[in-house]
């Protein structure tokens, strides 16, 4: 330690760049915009820097706080769909040989090659009416039928001849489906990290002293595993909160959540005060989500260290 404190010039060097960077691309446009949520709008691009609450009063009308309530429900769920699927893949990752872990992670991975915008018009194409599902159970309903008529059970046929396509885009679910398709890989990470430093001689001897596989999976495994669990809840249930894209694109009318909103403030309405003024709501409610989970894990490690 005494040795880097004698050449502070080096932390200087070392450390400057990254912080500018930090400071003119992030926490200056932070600030200007965090100004302008205490502005009015004056004619049709101009702001004037009022320090009105406004703003403010207005994100709490009910049509508003409404819509932040979907989209708080929306992001537990999408949270806690991709924690459920994630874990047993991770876990599958983690036990699985040596050579076939980079394969496997090569997987997760892949979708981040793509761009985004066009992975979800992909998903548009999975599940429009004549979208790839449907088709699929067309073919497997048409199979099914056909297979009755063969068998002298035609009058069986699964609810008449004709198959009905499934109305999954422009909905709830369509957007639900973009963002577990869109976060997943997010939690499957973070979890596989956690895993991998599993003390696994310690699910031997859950197994050994007479612990079934479930008893082990929920008293050792997940335990073990908290930090991994923390922290992909934390990349997922974030960006989900702040995503626009999928609810724009997968949904209809009434799956618009509060990014959607922001952006229509910022782009079509032209009113920057008051997207600014949501825009710091949201970022109010993560931080505060943040700060509370740091309370609590603070508060459960005094506990255990008494």
């Known amino acids: ?27 200056l446009p932070l600030s200007l915009i965090w100004l302008i949520s205490f502005g009015e709008k004056q004619g049709i691009v101009d702001v004037a820097l009022t320090w009105t609450l406004d703003n403010y ?70 599940l429009r009416v004549r979208g790839y599902i449907n088709f ?35 909905n709830n679910f369509a957007v639900a489906f973009g963002l577990v398709y869109v976060f997943l890989p997010f939690m499957v990470l973070p979890l ?31 335990p073990m595993a908290a930090s991994g669990i923390v922290s992909g809840v934390i990349i997922t249930f974030i960006p989900a909160l702040g995503s626009f894209l999928q609810p724009e694109l997968l949904g209809g009318t009434d799956s618009q959540l509060i990014a959607n909103v922001i952006e229509r403030q910022f782009k079509s309405a032209n009113d920057w005060p008051f997207g600014a003024a949501l825009s710091f709501i949201l970022m109010y409610l993560t931080f505060f989500a943040l700060a509370l989970r740091s309370l609590l894990a603070k508060g459960k490690s005094a506990m255990e260290a008494a």
């Not at 330690?1 to 926490?27: E, Q």
């Open 192 to 222: 596989y990290a956690a895993l991998e430093r599993l003390d696994r001689s310690m699910i031997e001897a859950s197994l050994d002293l007479g612990a079934g596989q479930v008893r082990t999976f929920f008293s050792v495994v997940v």
């Open 136 to 170: 699929s159970l067309e073919w497997l309903w048409t199979q099914a039928n056909a297979a009755l008529s063969f068998a002298g059970l035609g009058q069986y046929q699964l609810l008449g001849a004709r198959f009905e396509p499934l109305e999954l885009l422009y």
């Open 57 to 126: 009063a207005r994100a709490m009308e009910s049509i508003y706080l409404e819509i932040l309530l979907k989209s708080i429900v929306m992001a537990v769920a999408i949270t806690v769909i991709c924690l459920v699927v994630a874990f047993p893949v991770a876990l599958l990752i983690s036990f699985a040989p040596r050579r076939v872990k980079p394969w496997l992670l090569l997987l997760i991975v892949l979708p981040f090659w793509t761009n985004l915008l066009i992975r979800t018009y992909a998903l548009i194409a999975v």
């Open 1 to 27: 330690m005494d040795s880097w404190r004698r050449s502070p010039l080096f932390f200087w060097i070392i450390g400057l760049p990254p912080v500018g960077w930090l400071a003119i691309f992030f926490l």
